[in-house]
Structures are given as structure tokens and as C-alpha cells.
Nanobody
Framework: QVQLVESGGGSVQSGGSLKLSCEAS????????MGWFRQAPGKEREGVAA???????RYADSVRGRFTIARDNAKNTLYLQMNSLKPEDTAMYYC??????????????????WGQGTQVTVSS
């Protein structure tokens, strides 16, 4: 059974930081590309960052240099450290997993398993 559970969302002022976590079932985590996505009201879901099992990463241009994706394989946990947050980062953030370890894209259609999301709100 695939399970992804996000946590760490909240409200922060512009320029602040938040760290999101995603706990994954062992089956999901052990051999899968993992990613973070976000969706703001009225907008399409967009890919934020992805990481392969051995650490290769991919970032959206809008967050590169501000966000860092990481994974702790021993804890089956995925992280997203978000610094220098902007109001336009406000969205529901989702953890997702592909069916394999090939992190070739940040397009949501390529990811098979999804968490329920955690809300991030950045005020100006």
C-alpha cells in the first residue's frame, strides 16, 4: 500500500522559511523518484523539485536557489527546505512518487502516487 503523508506547512511572512516533510511507506520510498508539487487556487499543479534515490535533483526555475529538496533514505522521509519565500509561493504543496527512479520530468502526469497536501501561505 502506497502512502505519502506531508507535514510542515503553515503561514510565514515574505522572506521567511519553512521546511516540509513527507513520510513515505517503505515500499514507495526504497526505489522511487520523489517530488514536490504545488497548486495555487485557480492554477494548474506545477512541479517544484524532484530527487532520485541516490540524490540527483531537478528544480523548477522559479524556486532554484531558494528551495532545496532532500531525502533521508534511512527514515523514508522526503524534505523541502524553502527559504526566501515569496507571496507567489503560496499554494497547497504535495509530495509525489514515480513508479521508478527515473526523475526525468517535473510534469505531474509522470507521477503515480500522491499525498493529501499541506498548505503554505506567504504574506507580504
Amino acid at each position: 500500500q502506497v502512502q505519502l503523508v506531508e507535514s510542515g506547512g503553515g503561514s510565514v511572512q515574505s522572506g521567511g522559511s519553512l521546511k516540509l516533510s513527507c513520510e513515505a511507506s517503505a515500499y514507495t520510498y526504497s526505489s522511487h523518484c520523489m517530488g514536490w508539487f504545488r497548486q495555487a487556487p485557480g492554477k494548474e499543479r506545477e512541479g517544484v523539485a524532484a530527487i532520485a534515490i541516490y540524490g540527483t535533483t531537478r528544480y523548477a526555475d522559479s524556486v532554484r536557489g531558494r528551495f532545496t529538496i532532500a531525502r533521508d533514505n534511512a527514515k523514508n522521509t522526503l524534505y523541502l527546505q524553502m527559504n526566501s519565500l515569496k507571496p507567489e509561493d503560496t499554494a497547497m504543496y504535495y509530495c509525489a512518487a514515480r513508479g521508478d527512479d527515473y526523475c526525468y520530468t517535473l510534469k505531474s502526469f509522470a507521477y503515480d502516487y500522491w499525498g493529501q497536501g499541506t498548505q503554505v501561505t506567504v504574506s507580504s
